[in-house]
């Protein structure tokens, strides 16, 4: 597609519940990322995809979160049993992986209640 | 570990005139990158400007431009001729080679008045 799209845009859950945000990065795209903004605060990585390479999972802040790419394109983020502090945007973003700077979608707010 | 700092949560600048946002960095790296993304309320990121550190040519982007001062480790952008369209959060990233993720700062709340 022409940019990286993001799905729902808003989410609103219960504590407890399970989510999953979806990534669809640009065609050709070898990266992926997910970065987390939590409200005043910067971007918080979350993991790492490029190409077939094992991701980098450093990020991720606990075993409740866990992401997939299927097929080295789309990527489900995966909130389980939700947290009121995971109330917070989630970005996605891809890139060629060549340091030219990544392009983000336009993010799921995630609102745990 | 590399670290971004940007000291202003906040600034303000009158339409038309010219802002610096201040960003420094922490790496005992020697080639690495450095960018400035916006973001306005829509959410959606964009890159404003891209510097390589090996480049000691300040990079430029129209009203954009970057004053990188590499033994300082500073990463300074310049906006010029302000509109009201700048309005937006601005985050300073660094990203030490292909095969990890950009490092950002806390961000910079630019408001733009007329």
């Known amino acids: 597609g022409a940019g990286v799209s993001q799905s729902p845009s808003n989410k609103v859950t219960e504590k407890g519940k399970d989510v999953e945000l979806r990534c669809d990065p640009i065609s050709g795209h070898t990266a992926l990322y997910w970065y987390r903004q939590s409200l005043g605060q910067g971007l918080e990585f979350l993991i790492y995809f490029q190409g077939n390479s094992a991701p980098d999972k450093s990020g991720l802040p606990s075993d409740r979160f866990s992401a997939e790419r299927t097929g080295g394109s789309v990527s489900t983020l995966t909130i389980q049993r939700t947290q009121q502090e995971d109330s917070a945007v989630y970005l996605c973003?891809?890139?060629?992986?060549?340091?030219?700077?990544?392009?983000f979608g336009s993010g799921t707010r995630l609102t745990v209640v | 570990a590399q670290t971004v700092t940007q000291s202003q949560p906040e600034m303000s600048v009158q339409e038309a005139e010219t802002v610096t946002l201040s960003c420094t960095y922490d790496?005992?790296?020697?080639?690495?990158?450095l960018f400035w993304y916006k973001q306005p309320p829509s959410r959606q990121m964009i890159l404003v400007i891209r510097?390589?550190?090996?480049?000691?040519q300040n990079a430029t982007e129209n009203r954009f431009s970057v004053n990188f001062q590499k033994a300082a480790k500073s990463f300074s952008l310049k906006i010029s001729d302000s509109q009201l369209g700048d309005t937006a959060m601005y985050f300073c990233a660094f990203d030490i080679n292909s095969g990890y993720a950009l490092n950002f700062g806390k961000g910079t709340s630019l408001l733009v008045t007329p």
């Open positions: 790496t005992s790296e020697n080639n690495y990158y």
């Open positions: 510097q390589e550190a090996y480049k000691q």
């Open positions: 973003a891809s890139s060629l992986g060549d340091n030219d700077g990544y392009t």
